[in-house]
């Protein structure tokens, strides 16, 4: 069973959106301002594929019981430079996720195994996007670094760093101040992960397919 531990990074979105919003600024209709900044607390999912590890596992321990799923949340400053009915912005986004995935073998002969994952991104993201009034669809593409901590019931803990790759798209509603986030995309960050003598490292991926929704504050 996968279970979810979110909730320090819970309290910090909700400092965060506390200091935005009491901070103020200028009246909602900020449409047409030279620059724009949102602060967006945002959730949803992540799946990677393509995991060398998992496979190892499964193939030592059994079956992972349910899916390869994370839940990140995270926080994310955008400043958006807008020219006409278009522009540039740049994103700075900080999320975490934690999960426990549980190896059984249906046959009880292999050994069980429970890993638990915890990883923390920081990501840079350049996007461009098109304005509609309060519509705002954008895609981009950036980098960013991932800090793991992988730790297998009978093996210990490893921690390495781990260069992120992004790719994202989707769009903001604008209803005054408030704005609503809605983003597809994908990431790809692996790590190499030390095996048994006599087999080569396997992969580890931490990025995959994601989708996330948020809500965000002008400023």
Same mark, same amino acid.
């Given at each position: 069973?996968?279970?979810?531990?979110?909730?320090?990074?819970?309290?910090?979105?909700?400092?965060?959106?506390?200091?935005?919003?009491?901070?103020?600024?200028?009246?909602?209709?900020?449409?047409?301002?030279?620059?724009?900044?949102?602060?967006? /607390?945002?959730?949803?999912?992540?799946?990677?594929?393509?995991?060398?590890?998992?496979?190892?596992?499964?193939?030592?321990?059994?079956?992972? !019981?349910?899916?390869?799923?994370?839940?990140?949340?995270? =926080?994310?400053?955008?400043?958006? %430079?807008?020219?006409?009915?278009?522009?540039?912005?740049?994103? =700075?986004?900080?999320?975490?996720? !934690?999960?426990?995935?549980?190896?059984?073998?249906?046959?009880?002969?292999?050994?069980?195994?429970? /890993?638990?994952?915890?990883?923390?991104? /920081?990501?840079?993201?350049?996007?461009?996007?098109?304005?509609?009034? $309060?519509?705002?669809?954008? /895609?981009?593409?950036?980098?960013?670094?991932?800090?793991?901590?992988?730790?297998?019931? $009978?093996?210990?803990?490893? =921690?390495?760093?781990?260069? !992120?790759?992004?790719?994202?798209?989707?769009?903001?509603?604008?209803?005054?101040?408030?704005?609503?986030?809605?983003?597809?995309?994908?990431?790809?960050?692996?790590?190499?992960? !030390?095996?048994?003598?006599?087999?080569?490292?396997?992969?580890?991926?931490?990025?995959?397919?994601?989708? %996330?929704?948020?809500? %965000?504050?002008?400023?």
């Amino acid at each position: 069973m996968v279970t979810r531990r979110t909730g320090t990074l819970a309290l910090l979105a909700a400092l965060a959106l506390g200091a935005a919003l009491a901070a103020g600024g200028p009246r909602p209709a900020r449409a047409q301002a030279d620059t724009l900044y949102f602060v967006t /607390v945002k959730g949803g999912f992540q799946e990677p594929s393509g995991d060398e590890q998992f496979d190892l596992l499964e193939r030592d321990h059994g079956p992972l !019981e349910g899916d390869r799923r994370v839940a990140p949340l995270g =926080i994310e400053l955008d400043m958006y %430079s807008v020219r006409n009915r278009a522009g540039l912005a740049l994103g =700075i986004e900080v999320h975490r996720w !934690e999960e426990t995935f549980r190896f059984r073998d249906p046959a009880a002969v292999l050994p069980p195994e429970d /890993v638990n994952l915890w990883g923390q991104g /920081v990501l840079f993201t350049f996007k461009t996007f098109l304005r509609a009034g $309060s519509f705002f669809p954008f /895609v981009g593409a950036g980098l960013g670094n991932y800090y793991v901590k992988y730790r297998e019931l $009978s093996s210990g803990r490893f =921690i390495q760093e781990s260069v !992120e790759h992004t790719a994202r798209a989707g769009f903001r509603f604008l209803l005054g101040r408030l704005g609503l986030l809605a983003e597809p995309g994908v990431t790809h960050a692996p790590v190499e992960l !030390e095996t048994v003598a006599g087999e080569p490292p396997a992969t580890l991926e931490l990025g995959g397919r994601y989708a %996330s929704a948020g809500l %965000s504050w002008t400023f």
